[in-house]
């Protein structure tokens, strides 16, 4: 027998999964609304003409193909944190390395928070991205909940919300979406960050920001940032913050991002910078090279950075217009449900609230691929499947 005979399969992916289930279906009808990758009108990948100005250049240049430092490359990074907390950011407080996308960031923060926080508790809010339990948990971090969501109002839960971070022990870890919760596409306001940052400061509390949509939630890369920089300026609560530019730059195969904190003082920052390295160099050496490269270039060009924040902000308009269409489309099919949340949501998805069988009932007999938590990617609507898609949720959930 094989020395391997007694491994057992592993469990698929609960998005990726679908994902690949969606490939394999032969129905001509099929409409792929699971994974959150932008699609344009014509239901197609879109790589940004900014990103391929940028790479055209790159290679005019004959760029080379050099080991970067471990901590990544020190251009991008600064354009990272400019990008994050805003052109006027002190970035010798700032300990940034650059990191394999959002996944990638979240992961060294977490393994540098196992190593050195002694309150090892981390709190997530349900529901999350669902790979934020698994990260954490490899880290040696404990994994909680914290209430967000209200499933009978399709709303922010913030009273529950607070409760738990008054309840969670003084000094712990609390994990935040930094604008468009995935999968609820449900914010808090400016002033409920107020009382959220309020019952951190008050607890001790380490604010862990996930930044996966910085930009392609409004349209407004500024507005975006704005929760993370309003507790940041606070400057009585740890601030990390994990940054990914998969979904705004739509460089998602090329694990581009950063895991940022801010330091009291530049030597702080030097002492963090060193044990973040330690983090880095055992799991992958250094990052790769290409992904941040187009984004320094794109973000340090005069030219281009003002055509990439258009180019993002009409991937942001597109979804919201979907958004719209489909919330009215569901109307003019006969739907007489309440779908206000939908539209009060931002971001790639739409939490509808369908239940796990009504979700199941739109792949079987409609080939609609989609989480069986009722999240819809909007970047796979267009004018040719939304109709489709309407009526098929109007079926199941009539
Ligand atoms: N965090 C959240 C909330 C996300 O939605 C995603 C992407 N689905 C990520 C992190 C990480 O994505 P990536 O590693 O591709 O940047």
């Known amino acids: 027998a094989s020395v391997w005979s007694k491994v057992e399969t592993g469990p698929p992916d609960a998005i990726l999964g679908i994902a690949q289930a969606f490939r394999e279906c032969q129905d001509g009808r099929k409409v792929n609304v699971c994974v959150g990758a932008y699609r344009d009108t014509q239901g197609k990948p879109w790589v940004l003409p900014t990103v391929r100005a940028a790479e055209r250049k790159l290679l005019e240049n004959d760029d080379p193909k050099d080991y970067l430092p471990i901590e990544g490359d020190a251009g991008f990074i600064a354009e990272a944190v400019k990008f994050a907390y805003g052109q006027n950011v002190d970035l010798s407080t700032v300990a940034a390395v650059q990191t394999l996308s959002g996944t990638g960031a979240c992961r060294i923060g977490g393994e540098f928070l196992a190593q050195f926080r ?88 380490v604010a862990f920001f996930d930044s996966a949509y910085q930009g392609f939630a409004s349209g407004d890369a ?91 902000a009409t991937m942001a308009n597109r979804i919201q217009a979907m958004r719209e269409l489909l919330v009215k489309t569901l109307a003019e099919v006969g739907s007489t449900h309440d779908w206000s949340h939908v539209s009060e949501q931002i971001g790639m998805f739409a939490f509808t609230g369908m239940s796990e069988e009504m979700c199941d009932q739109l792949t079987k007999d409609y080939a609609i691929y989609l989480t069986r938590d009722g999240r819809i990617s909007i970047a796979g609507l267009n004018d040719s499947n939304i109709r489709y898609v309407a009526e098929a949720i109007h079926a199941v959930t009539d």
């Open 222 to 312: 500024e507005r975006d940032a704005s929760a993370f920089r309003y507790i940041a300026d606070r400057k009585t609560i740890p601030v990390l913050l994990a940054q990914s530019f998969a979904k705004n730059f739509g460089l998602y195969g090329e694990r581009c991002g950063t895991l940022s904190m801010i330091c009291s003082d530049e030597e702080e920052r030097q002492r963090l910078l060193s044990q973040l390295r330690c983090v880095i160099r055992p799991m992958y050496s250094s990052p790769p090279r290409h992904g941040s490269s187009i984004v320094k270039t794109v973000l340090s060009d005069s030219q281009l950075a003002p055509q990439y924040y258009e180019e993002c």
């Open 118 to 205: 002694e309150n090892k508790n981390i709190y997530i809010p349900t529901p999350t991205w669902g790979n934020h339990w698994k990260i954490f948990k490899e880290c040696g971090l404990e994994t909680h909940p914290y209430r967000y969501y209200d499933r009978s109002t399709n709303r922010l839960d913030l009273n529950g919300f607070i409760e738990d971070l008054e309840a969670a022990p003084e000094g712990s870890i609390i994990l935040l979406h930094a604008c468009a919760h995935n999968p609820t596409g449900c914010d808090p306001t400016l002033d409920q960050w107020k009382r959220i940052a309020d019952a951190l400061e008050r607890k001790g509390h």
